[in-house]
C-alpha cells in the first residue's frame, strides 16, 4: 500500500509544563482510518497538531507525500492536510456555505473568485455531509452535532489526501455518532482519503478504524489493528483498569466493558 504520512524519531516538548512527546514512529498509507487512543493528556492532540503543521519545532521527520512538513509554505501544506479540531466556535456568525467555503481558500488566486470547481467541491461537500439544507444560517444558530459536520464539510471541500479528527464525536448524541461514523466510512471507502483521528472513546475507535495507536505519556505503548491491539493487558496499561472484551455482533471488532 501507498504511504501517505511517515512519521520517524519524532520528538516535541512544551517549555511550559514540561510535557514531552518521545520518539514517536509511525507509518500511515492510503486509505487508512488511525484512531489514537489514551487518557487525556497523553498526546493525541499534539501529535494531530504537529502532523498538521500547526506547530514545527519538533525534532525528527514528519512527511506527507514525502515532504517534510516543516519545509512546506502553508498554502502547499494546506493542499495536502485538513484538521478539524475539537471544538469549533467563531467568533462571527457566519453562514454554513461561507465556514464550508473557506476549504477552497488554499486554490484561490489572487483577485480571483471562486472558480466552478471551487463551488461544486463546496456544494459536493455540503451534500456529503447534509447541511446543504441550512447553508443559509448562521453556523452559532444550528446544534452542536450540525455544527459538527460543517466542519467536516469544510475539510471535504478542502480536498486534501490527509484529514485530522480530535475528538470529533464526543458529546454527540447516539443519532449525530452513527450519522457522522456513515459519513467517514463513506469517504474513505470513495475516495481513499487517509483519516488520523484522536478518540475519547475506545469502541467506536475499534469500530472505525483499520489501525489503533495508543499512547500514553507521551509515547506510543501499541499501534496495530483492533482485533490485534485491544487485550486486557494494553488496556491496563493505558488506563489502568481490567476491562472486559466481548466481539461486536455485527463488525466482529473488540469492544470494551468496565467491570
Not at 514528519?62 to 493542499?79: D, F, P, Q, T, W
Not at 482519503?193 to 495507536?213: G, P, R, W, Y
Request: hydrophobic share 40%; glycine share 8%.
Amino acid at each position: 500500500m501507498k504511504e501517505v504520512v511517515k512519521i520517524r524519531n519524532l520528538s516535541f516538548s512544551y517549555p511550559q509544563n514540561g510535557f514531552q512527546l518521545r520518539e514517536v514512529n509511525l507509518t500511515i498509507s492510503e486509505g487508512e482510518m488511525v484512531g489514537l487512543i489514551g487518557p487525556n493528556g497523553s498526546g493525541k492532540t499534539t501529535l494531530l497538531k504537529l502532523i498538521s503543521g500547526v506547530m514545527k519545532n519538533y525534532s525528527g521527520s514528519i512527511k506527507i507525500g514525502g515532504m517534510e512538513v516543516r519545509r512546506l509554505s502553508k498554502k502547499k501544506l494546506a493542499r495536502l492536510v485538513s484538521y478539524v479540531p475539537q471544538e469549533f466556535d467563531p467568533l462571527f456568525n457566519y453562514s454554513v456555505e461561507t465556514i464550508v467555503s473557506m476549504g477552497r481558500i488554499p486554490y484561490m488566486k489572487p483577485f480571483r473568485s471562486f472558480s466552478e470547481e471551487d463551488v461544486r467541491m463546496v456544494v459536493e461537500s455540503m451534500k456529503v455531509t447534509d447541511v446543504l439544507r441550512f447553508r443559509t444560517r448562521g453556523v452559532r444558530d444550528i446544534s452542536g452535532g450540525e455544527r459538527r459536520r460543517v466542519t467536516i464539510a469544510r475539510a471535504f471541500a478542502q480536498g486534501t489526501p490527509v484529514v485530522l479528527l480530535d475528538e470529533f464525536l464526543s458529546h454527540l448524541d447516539l443519532g449525530h455518532v452513527r450519522d457522522i461514523m456513515g459519513i467517514m466510512l463513506s469517504k474513505l471507502k470513495d475516495e481513499k482519503i487517509t483519516i488520523i483521528a484522536a478518540f475519547h472513546e475506545v469502541n467506536l475507535a475499534s469500530l472505525m478504524c483499520d489501525k489503533l495507536v495508543g499512547i500514553k505519556d507521551g509515547r506510543i505503548i501499541f499501534q496495530g489493528a483492533p482485533q490485534e491491539t485491544l487485550n486486557e493487558e494494553n488496556i491496563f496499561t493505558l488506563y489502568g483498569i481490567r476491562p472486559v472484551l466481548v466481539v461486536h455482533p455485527r463488525f466482529g471488532k473488540p469492544q470494551v466493558l468496565i467491570t
